[in-house]
């Protein structure tokens, strides 16, 4: 059974940086996908890695985000640059079988989700 725990998150300026971390076990086989949801807003898709290393970026952050995985640590990492006070919300990282389509926009389809880490960018 895989377990997701964030970290990493919290309060910067706009244009500063923060990278968030995602450790568990049993990243192999699998989707990974940072995900967030600001207050009084849906959940929405941010970044997915595949097992082959494929990404898929939300336009809102393509060329400011970067989603990677390292197997040895066990660990999903999101490098955000150039926030702005609109990436302002809970993040969350998710994982699925990597069985299927493995984007963004398939957020509906992960089924173990973290806690959740909030990030908050001010202007």
């Known amino acids: 059974q895989v377990q997701l725990m964030e970290s990493g998150g919290g309060s910067v300026q706009a244009g500063g940086s923060l990278k968030l971390s995602c450790t568990g076990s049993?990243?192999?086989?699998?989707?990974m996908g940072w995900f967030r949801q600001g207050t009084g807003k849906e959940r929405e898709g941010v970044a997915t890695?595949?097992?082959?290393?494929?990404?898929t970026y939300a336009d809102s952050v393509n060329g400011r985000f970067s989603i990677s995985t390292d197997m040895d640590k066990n660990e999903l990492t999101l490098e955000m640059n150039m926030l702005k006070p609109e990436d302002t919300a809970m993040y969350y990282c998710?994982?699925?079988?990597?069985?299927?389509?493995?984007?963004?926009?398939?957020?509906?389809?992960?089924?173990?989700w973290g806690q959740g880490t909030q990030v908050t960018v001010s202007s």
């Open positions: 998710a994982a699925l079988w990597d069985v299927g389509p493995c984007t963004w926009r398939n957020i509906r389809d992960f089924e173990i």
């Open positions: 049993g990243y192999s086989g699998f989707c």
């Open positions: 890695i595949r097992s082959n290393g494929m990404t």
